[in-house]
T-cell receptor
Framework: AQSVTQPDIHITVSEGASLELRCNYS??????LFWYVQSPGQGLQLLLK??????LVQGIKGFEAEFKRSQSSFNLRKPSVHWSDAAEYFC??????????FGTGTSLTVIP | DTGVSQNPRHKITKRGQNVTFRCDPI?????LYWYRQTLGQGPEFLTY????????KSRLLSDRFSAERPKGSFSTLEIQRTEQGDSAMYLC??????????????FGDGTRLSIL
């Protein structure tokens, strides 16, 4: 069965520090992978997507993610976090027919 | 691209009442999705449409839930005889795509339902 695991419920980083959010997926075929960000009371905004090809993908707001098939992972990274990055981050896998499965999310707090 | 629009943003109702939410997708998007999100969880898939056809429904979608997309444009999600457990954020998303292809889904800001 398809599933997404985000092991870190909550992460706190200092502004300017680097960030890595973990995502592991379970899916029997080639996955389509996405990272979304959600601010309180808002919908989800797409940060980046992986469909095929280069395993390092660039997204908006300076984020990038690396697909590692051998580890079934799609971790999100940012070299220098800004206070405005504080939000909830969701990893998702898209399956045949475009049904998405989301992880439970990682809440990011940024301290000055 | 005006984005996905959902109305109302908030709905408070008494247990047992019926509620209806509306979603207007991005105009050129043929696929439309409904999700439910509870506190501390990611969105859970409810159902999706390709044009006016409802192609898939989750087991989460009980008989009290019904969704329509009559002309392949906007969609409505109705919950009949609401229960406390229906309290959640209901998210709508839309995308392009055909068949097995996967395209990013664009989300609205959601309708927050509170059952008294």
């Amino acid at each position: 069965a398809q599933s997404v695991t985000q092991p870190d419920i909550h992460i706190t980083v200092s502004e300017g520090a680097s960030l890595e959010l973990r995502c592991n997926y379970s899916y029997g075929a080639t996955p389509y992978l996405f990272w979304y960000v959600q601010s309180p009371g808002q919908g989800l905004q797409l940060l980046l997507k992986y469909f095929s090809g280069d395993t390092l993908v660039q997204g908006i707001k300076g984020f990038e993610a690396e697909f590692k098939r051998s580890q079934s992972s799609f971790n999100l990274r940012k070299p220098s976090v800004h206070w405005s990055d504080a939000a909830e981050y969701f990893c998702a896998v898209g399956t045949y027919g475009n049904q998405f499965y989301f992880g439970t999310g990682t809440s990011l707090t940024v301290i000055p | 691209d005006t984005g996905v629009s959902q109305n109302p943003r908030h709905k408070i109702t008494k247990r047992g009442q019926n509620v209806t939410f509306r979603c207007d997708p991005i105009s050129e998007h043929n696929r439309l999705y409904w999700y439910r999100q509870t506190l501390g969880q990611g969105p859970e898939f409810l159902t999706y449409f390709q044009n006016e056809a409802q192609l898939e429904k989750s087991r989460l979608l009980s008989d009290r839930f019904s969704a329509e997309r009559p002309k392949g444009s906007f969609s409505t999600l109705e919950i009949q005889r609401t229960e406390q457990g229906d309290s959640a954020m209901y998210l709508c998303a839309s995308s392009t795509g055909q068949g097995a292809t996967n395209q990013p889904q664009h989300f609205g800001d959601g309708t927050r339902l509170s059952i008294l």
